[in-house]
């Protein structure tokens, strides 16, 4: 099959639908716990590993620069391209999950600590690689709808969790240390098989209709998540006959596969409209010197619109006209807007990930069943993706039609995590549902919202490097809220009770700290959005003079 941007757009989907598996860390880690004789505070050490390695991502965006660099100045090689990212990360996956898997199954001596640390390390820090080369390749084959496209990448990722559990339940339930195995194989060979279709395709008339296309994956998004969200509740309702099970997984295969049928035919009607337009510029006989002279003129110098009073030639001093342009990581980080994102980012993300960390132990204190927490687990993903993709989806609407800045969106999911945190805290029945719902969804919405606003303000060139030096925030921030806090005030509770707690006294302390530190990211998120509005409106003007253009 012939790539294209909306072939590349549906490979970064299937992908993106087999490398989250740091999500499904709340399977495996009682048996990791449990086989490596690790107290709570050593597991959430581990986790944080985990979580560096899955947000550390400045590697993977420097690898890409450099690639993108590279492949500019030999754009007959196809020796430079995403593909190498993908290859990358496909190594490190298959490497820290499969010695995890021999050290579990006790088919290698028991690891110390901090190889333990390291191998998990590697296995989640693959999925930034994945993700770097699927996230900006999508931003730079559809700038228009840069918040769009990256909800539906990111929310993929969100409800890949989820769709590796459907996997290892139907195929090995009752079986975590199989899960591992497949963690360390089905990730890398998707990957290595599809790599080849992900490139940069530039196009450059727009289609009219790329925004119902993309609709379209958007509504498969959610089509999935729905029925995703159904076979967890169903297979915690009533027991499955295997045969049930081996349908339903088959069912979930085919919604993962629908968005290829909207990709072809949006390819189709590219290259239509490029055969049409290269044939009307083979026929422009009867127009005169005047008029091709004024044509070029336009097209050599595109922004050149002296009646424009955006136009960034005129405004040489101003800050934020500064910003639009493309910013390296070292111009990036000498500005307050950077460290504003970061600081943000630090509060959201890192409180999220110390709540998806010990969901099961949190359940298992508030004596839960492990049914329910398996069920938690799994709705996390789903929490997760509709954060992810609602916030990218929505907040591209009120850009285009109301110019409202994107980090308004992002103070707004700031508040409502704090109160979420507050309702894990109370501890009364019920809570882990309603609570786990609000921190999901806002977690997940800082992940299509921070690489989209960083694209927005800093530029596309080095938009890789960019947001994935901000996402070290959320390790930075999930090692402070859930080794120094949580699993200190755990292990605290529990002493001279062996390494368990019972009671809601276990996290309450905790969830009340990790409540104000998302309302100190939601002031200084504040700070960023009123910064900005000013920024954006250049921006939104810039789209729709583009957009007339087009």
């Known amino acids: 099959m012939e790539s294209s941007r909306w072939i590349a757009a549906v490979a970064s989907i299937w992908i993106q639908c087999s490398c989250g598996a740091s999500y499904a860390f709340g399977i495996y880690s009682p048996l990791l716990k449990s086989s490596q004789n690790y107290d709570q505070s050593t597991l959430d050490l581990i986790s944080v590993f985990k979580d560096i390695g899955a947000n550390a991502g400045i590697i993977s965006g420097f690898l890409y620069s450099a690639i993108a660099t590279n492949r500019r100045r030999h754009s007959s090689l196809c020796l430079y391209g995403p593909w190498v990212v993908h ?231 101003s800050e934020d006209t500064l910003h639009v342009e493309d910013l390296n990581l070292s111009q990036a980080m000498r500005t307050l807007n950077f460290w504003l994102l970061f600081v943000a980012m630090l509060c959201g993300m890192g409180s999220g990930l110390a709540t998806i960390n010990n969901i099961s132990q949190i359940g298992e204190s508030l004596s839960y069943t492990s049914v329910e927490r398996s069920t938690l687990v799994s709705l996390w993903s789903i929490w997760n993706f509709l954060g992810r993709f609602g916030a990218g989806y929505v907040s591209d609407i009120f850009m285009h039609r109301r110019g409202w800045a994107r980090p308004l969106f992002m103070t707004l999911t700031l508040a409502t995590m704090a109160g979420g945190h507050i309702i894990i805290g109370s501890g009364f029945p019920g809570n882990l549902y309603v609570g786990s719902v609000l921190v999901g969804i806002c977690y997940g919405s800082q992940w299509s919202l921070m690489p989209t606003i960083t694209s927005e303000i800093f530029g596309v060139a080095h938009m890789g490097t960019l947001f994935n030096t901000i996402a070290v925030a959320s390790p930075v921030g999930s090692y402070i809220l859930s080794v120094r806090v949580i699993g200190y005030i755990y292990d605290k509770e529990a002493s001279g009770e062996g390494n368990s707690c019972s009671g809601t006294h276990c996290f309450m302390i905790s969830f009340f700290i990790l409540a104000s530190v998302s309302l100190f990211g939601f002031l200084v998120a504040l700070v960023l959005f009123i ?19 087009g």
């Open 87 to 317: 290859a990358t990360g496909a190594i490190q996956c298959f490497i820290g999950y499969f010695f995890i898997w021999l050290a579990i199954i006790g088919a290698i001596p028991r690891p110390e600590v901090p190889v333990m640390c390291l191998l998990m390390f590697l296995a989640a820090h693959a999925q930034t690689f994945f993700n770097t080369a699927n996230v900006v390749t999508a931003v730079q084959n559809f700038p228009e709808y840069s918040g769009t496209i990256v909800g539906i990448m990111k929310g993929f990722l969100g409800l890949s969790g989820a769709i590796l559990i459907q996997v290892y339940q139907t195929l090995f339930k009752g079986k975590p240390s199989t899960f591992l195995l497949i963690l360390a194989l089905l990730p890398p060979i998707l990957s290595i098989v599809l790599m080849w279709f992900v490139r940069v395709h530039q196009v450059p008339n727009r289609d009219e209709n790329e925004k119902n296309y993309l609709n379209g994956f958007s509504l498969i998004s959610v089509v999935v998540a729905a029925y995703l969200m159904f076979l967890i509740i169903l297979r915690n309702t009533i027991s499955l006959s295997p045969w049930a099970h081996a349908i339903t997984l088959v069912v979930l295969l085919v919604l993962v596969s629908s968005p290829i049928k909207i990709a072809i035919k949006a390819h189709e009607e590219d290259l239509l409209r490029s055969s049409q337009t290269l044939s009307t510029l083979n026929t422009p006989l009867m127009k005169g010197p005047d008029s091709f002279n004024s044509e070029k003129s336009a097209v050599e110098n595109p922004t050149d619109c002296p009646d424009d009073p955006t136009n960034e030639h005129q405004k040489p001093n």
């Open 531 to 549: 910064k900005t509005r000013g920024l954006y409106r250049i921006v939104i003007l810039r789209r729709l003079r583009n957009s007339r253009r």
